[in-house]
């Protein structure tokens, strides 16, 4: 079996982020044990029970199932050192300025958006989270109420007020 090749260069680097909240480093400790407990011995259930059926090498339903495995054994190795580098984001309960895991309430075109902001890991703008590495993000840190910021998109520069720090 021929594995496919990719041209170096064609996936963006993406920085490694170790902030998270409480509760995001307690979904992925509850997904990883769920994969070690769960899946991985079925997984290895399924390897042993399919490498019976006669020689590996034209055995498609054992390389299947060994590549399954694979797959799964190199995303709980991600998941764990994740866990290992993970530096939980206490936010300061001083809210003068803003700061990562403060929730900021700002103004853009007469509407008031709240914004949560976290490290990139947890980063879902559609439900208020959003990451202190994106423009938006990076405009509001250390910015008190009161003030206002420019992000520069690509075809416009939009203004928000901060009305609120929590």
Not at 42 to 60: M, T
């Given at each position: 079996m021929r594995v496919p090749i990719r041209k170096a260069g064609n996936?963006?680097?993406?920085?490694?982020?170790?902030?998270?909240?409480?509760?995001?480093?307690?979904?992925?400790t509850a997904k990883l044990a769920h994969w070690k407990?769960?899946?991985?011995?079925?997984?290895?259930?399924?390897?042993?029970?399919?490498?019976?059926?006669?020689?590996?090498?034209?055995?498609?339903?054992?390389?299947i199932a060994k590549g399954k495995l694979r797959g799964l054994n190199n995303r709980i190795d991600e998941l764990q050192t994740l866990l290992?580098?993970?530096?939980?984001?206490?936010?300061?309960?001083?809210?003068d300025r803003v700061e990562l895991g403060h929730f900021v309430t700002?103004?853009?075109?007469?509407?008031?958006?709240?914004?949560?902001?976290?490290?990139?890991?947890q980063t879902n703008p559609t439900k208020g989270i959003i990451s202190t590495h994106s423009p938006l993000g990076q405009?509001?840190?250390?910015?008190?109420?009161?003030?206002?910021?420019s992000v520069t998109l690509p075809n416009k520069t939009v203004s928000y007020k901060i009305i609120s720090i929590d």
């Open positions: 996936l963006p680097q993406l920085r490694f982020d170790p902030r998270m909240s409480q509760e995001k480093y307690d979904e992925l407990k769960t899946v991985h011995p079925r997984l290895a259930e399924e390897v042993r029970r399919s490498g019976q059926f006669g020689d590996f090498s034209e055995n498609a339903e054992y390389q290992n580098k993970a530096q939980i984001i206490k936010p300061n309960k001083n809210a700002i103004e853009v075109n007469g509407k008031q958006i709240r914004y949560q902001l976290l490290g990139s890991t405009a509001l840190l250390n910015k008190q109420v009161n003030d206002t910021v």
